[in-house]
Each structure stands twice: as structure tokens, then as C-alpha cells.
């Protein structure tokens, strides 16, 4: 059984910064790809980065590119997001997802469509003064 644990999130000042974590457990398979998606208030979820397992190729959505950076640690089974910069259209839930990368699918299509099998509970994250 896939499980998802996300942490990290929280109120910061904009132009601050956070980090968020998953730690991810249970995979059978060595390729898939996992990453963060938020979703605000009245908004659709949408994919902001992802990283594949078997070659850590990556994914950022045009808005967090140049502030968010996503890493992940093999040996923890961690996969972190770090947040530079943070702005109040960064508020939202933030959530953990992986699904099992699919054939001729690429990292960022995965991610934008939101081709995951696996989801978190999901971690605040809220930018104000």
C-alpha cells in the first residue's frame, strides 16, 4: 500500500520561504513520478512541480519557475518542495501525488494532467502580512 505523508506547510510573510515534504512508502514499482499540486480556494487543482524516480528528470509550472524547487532524497523516500519567494497566489492546499510513469508520457504531461495514483492528505500553505 502507496501512503503519502506530507508536512511542512504553514503562514509566511510574502517574499518568504517554506519547505514542504512527502515521504512517500510502499512503491513496487522504480519508475514512477511524484510531486506537489495545489489547489486555492475556487480554483482547480493544478500540478506545480514533479520529479521522476528512475532519472530525476523534473517539471515546474511557469508560475514557481526560478522560486520553487523540487529534490528528492532516495534514501529517506522523501521528495521536498522548497518555496522562495512566496506570494499571496501561492496560497493554497498543497498536496503529495505519484503515479506510475506511463509509456511515451512525459513528466510534464503527467504532471499537468494529473495522471497520479497515489494522493496525500494534503499540508496549508498561506502567504500574508
Known amino acids: 500500500q502507496v501512503q503519502l505523508v506530507e508536512s511542512g506547510g504553514g503562514l509566511v510573510q510574502p517574499g518568504g520561504s517554506l519547505r514542504l515534504s512527502c515521504v512517500a512508502s510502499g512503491f513496487t514499482s522504480d519508475d514512477y513520478v511524484i510531486g506537489w499540486f495545489r489547489q486555492a480556494p475556487g480554483k482547480e487543482r493544478e500540478g506545480v512541480s514533479c520529479i521522476r524516480s528512475s532519472d530525476g528528470g523534473t517539471y515546474y509550472a511557469d508560475s514557481v519557475k526560478g522560486r520553487f524547487t523540487i529534490s528528492k532524497d532516495d534514501a529517506k523516500n522523501t521528495v521536498d518542495l522548497q518555496m522562495n519567494n512566496l506570494k499571496p497566489e501561492d496560497i493554497a492546499v498543497y498536496y503529495c501525488?505519484?503515479?506510475?510513469?506511463?509509456?511515451?508520457?512525459?513528466?510534464?504531461?503527467?504532471?499537468?494532467?494529473?495522471?497520479?495514483?497515489?494522493w496525500g492528505q494534503g499540508t496549508q500553505v498561506t502567504v500574508s502580512s
Open positions: 501525488a505519484a503515479g506510475r510513469k506511463r509509456p511515451l508520457v512525459s513528466v510534464r504531461q503527467m504532471c499537468v494532467m494529473k495522471l497520479n495514483d497515489y
